[in-house]
């Protein structure tokens, strides 16, 4: 019988595996997959300052230092952004997480590759898992069990906890292009993606190329891409060594807690609003969960005992989850003339100073606040209609 079963090897149950396991409790992390980090499809962008905060040091596993950012507008004009100094990291994916499952086994948790759960029984002593492995199947025994089983999560589908799925389907190529630019490409527009963006990201070798969308698909729109976008390298769609698919949940899509079970992670839809991004906030999200169990396990992790981890993870980051879904219903309803006029904004110097004054790459609501306050002072810049204009996309979404 264990303490925890957390259902997933990847960032977010190898971090909570390892965070649990060193305060003491007997641990087991179940993945289906034979090796950690594989299948990989992620651009791997993680913001410096976040990465400090959770206390991960990137040198072994960052391939590339990010600068500044450039937004493509559907127009094909460009807008570019930087503070000359580093944002974020471009990250080998497979080695960061490989990073992560081999601290939590130093810990002392147990990690069983090629076990893929496949049931859940739950009684007032309990929760029993069904896994399938290697040679037949087996039952695995714990107080609780931890959801880290990513977007389409079986946690929480099997236990009521996932209130609506409607991912974001993305597709990413990796390209060889050798390249010394630290600057990554956003490309926006309704011909691109009605509901995502697309983007092209150098690591050294290799350009990670791709895009998402809620519909349609996104495999095909990607060769598209690939091959009409002058500003990708040239012939990209001849240079494709890895070509994979992956889905990004919705944030607010799921319930995070129950009797004797939480969900972290892309399980429980902890990606940023605006870009999809996981790794910073679930990593984060992580360790206030960590906490909230290390406390609800010293007595039994009833339902109730639980709920304190929905109501921490709101004190920390509801505004976030809240102002980024409205940004990002505003670029969904978004013409291509309004897209364009949008990110021309990012020129007039009084806003991009608070852009670069406030920019934050993983908490985005503080400059939306920011740009919010400072409204009335914008006027002589952008001129009243225009000003009204955008107060009223905030004011109906
Ligand atoms: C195309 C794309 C690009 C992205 N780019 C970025 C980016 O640049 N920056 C960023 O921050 N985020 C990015 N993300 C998001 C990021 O990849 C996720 O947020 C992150 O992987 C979430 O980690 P996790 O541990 O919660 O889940 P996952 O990494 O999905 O891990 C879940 C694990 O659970 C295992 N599993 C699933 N079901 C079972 C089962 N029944 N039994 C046992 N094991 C199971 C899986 O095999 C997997 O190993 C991107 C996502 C996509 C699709």
Redesign the pocket.
Known sequence: MYDVTI???????CLLGKNLAKKGFEVAI????PEIGQPM??????GAEGLKEINLDPESWSLRELRGGTFHCPTGETVKLSRGRTEAHVIDRAKF?RDLAEKAVRAGAELKLK????GISRNEKGVTLLVKKRGGSEEVKSRMIVG????N??VARTLDLMKNFSPTI???AEVVKKSESRNAHVYLGNDLSKNFFGWAVPTGDIYRV?L?DKNGNVVRKLINFLEDEPSLPEDSRKKIVRL?T???PTPGSRKIYGERVIL????AGH?KPLT?????L?LSIVEIASEILTKALEGEPTEENLREYRKAVSEKYGKEFKMGARVRRILQKASDDDITEFLKLLTVPEIRDIILKNADFDNHSKLFRELMKNGPSLISAIGTRKLMKYLGWFAKT
């Open positions: 259902i997933g090897g990847g960032p977010s149950g179940l993945e289906e997959d499809c992620c651009a791997g962008i993680v997480d076990n893929r759960v496949r880290a089983d990513g977007p999560s079986l993305a597709a990413q791709g998402g994979t992956g889905l990004i972290v992670g892309d399980a990606v999809g991004g996981g790794l910073y679930g």
